[in-house]
Nanobody, 125 residues
């Protein structure tokens, strides 16, 4: 059973925008935080942003002021709006969730039990 499905990736020029979507099981949305991670070739998976089941949001310093996470409970979807994109934002982006995730550890990939398949974001001219 597939619990998390990402979409919305693609090729965009520097300075451009993309909106990623993560379709999630309602059980997850109602009970656990949902986070976005990214992984570039040769690098570790990096926490990008997180939204709790109560709506609290968290961001990595590298994306603060450029990315916005939100959720639409009616559509069972979490979004990541990415603006002012840079070449260093190029990566595969994943959404993830799990019962061991809290505000103090949301950026630690090993705390997550459920992952989507990922969507490629490429920022290049």
């Amino acid at each position: 059973q597939v619990h998390l499905v990402e979409s919305g990736g693609g090729l965009v020029q520097p300075g451009g925008s993309l909106r990623l979507s993560c379709a999630a099981s309602r059980l997850f949305l109602e009970n656990y935080p949902i986070s976005w991670f990214r992984q570039a070739p040769g690098k570790e998976r990096e926490g990008v942003s997180c939204i709790s089941e109560h709506g609290s949001t968290y961001y990595a310093d590298s994306v603060k002021g450029r990315f916005t996470i939100s959720r639409d409970n009616a559509k069972d979807t979490v979004y990541l709006q990415m603006n002012s994109l840079k070449p260093e934002d190029t990566a595969v982006y994943y959404c993830a969730t799990g019962p061991r995730v809290y505000g103090h550890n949301w950026f630690q990939a090993h705390e997550y039990d459920y992952w989507g398949q990922g969507t490629q974001v490429t920022v290049s001219s």
